[in-house]
């Protein structure tokens, strides 16, 4: 089922030859956008495993993790808000035929494919 999303996007995005400049430079943007989104969303997954190590490390060890616990969740929460920002700009970019929740199928379960997608467009 998610194969078949990428599929469709990949469809929806090459279609942009068929359009006018305008819109694909709207498209351009829109996907730019997205791979910005992206790089920034792996980066806050990075930043957020390595607190949850730390707050991991400092429990075991009886070290108050109180302001550890504090940059985890700010950084949780900024995580989560560039994973939902990709996974709208996936369902706008191909105007509602992939929807919200496969939209985060794509980012969750076939990220690489959506990355390569992504570099071969733009």
Same mark, same amino acid.
Do not use: H
């Given at each position: 089922?998610?194969?078949?999303?990428?599929?469709?996007?990949?469809?929806?995005?090459?279609?942009?030859?068929?359009?006018?400049?305008?819109?694909?430079?709207?498209?351009?943007?829109?996907?730019?956008?997205?791979?910005?989104?992206?790089?920034?969303?792996?980066?806050?997954?990075?930043?957020?495993?390595?607190?949850?190590?730390?707050?991991?490390?400092?429990?075991?060890?009886?070290?108050?993790?109180?302001?550890?616990?504090?940059? #985890? $969740?700010? %950084?949780? =929460?900024?995580?989560? @808000?560039?994973?939902?920002? &990709?996974?709208?700009?996936?369902? /706008? +970019?191909?105007?509602?035929?992939?929807? #919200? $929740?496969? %939209?985060? =199928?794509?980012?969750? @379960?076939?990220?690489?494919? &959506?990355?390569?997608?992504?570099? /071969? +467009?733009?």
């Amino acid at each position: 089922m998610v194969f078949c999303e990428i599929f469709r996007l990949d469809y929806v995005l090459v279609q942009w030859y068929d359009i006018t400049i305008t819109k694909q430079k709207q498209i351009t943007k829109e996907i730019n956008i997205m791979k910005e989104l992206l790089r920034k969303l792996e980066a806050a997954e990075q930043k957020t495993s390595k607190l949850e190590l730390k707050l991991d490390e400092n429990f075991e060890k009886g070290i108050d993790t109180e302001k550890i616990e504090k940059l #985890f $969740d700010e %950084a949780y =929460k900024k995580e989560f @808000e560039l994973y939902i920002g &990709l996974a709208k700009k996936i369902e /706008k +970019i191909s105007n509602g035929k992939i929807n #919200f $929740d496969t %939209a985060k =199928k794509l980012i969750t @379960e076939r990220r690489s494919e &959506l990355k390569e997608l992504l570099q /071969k +467009i733009a």
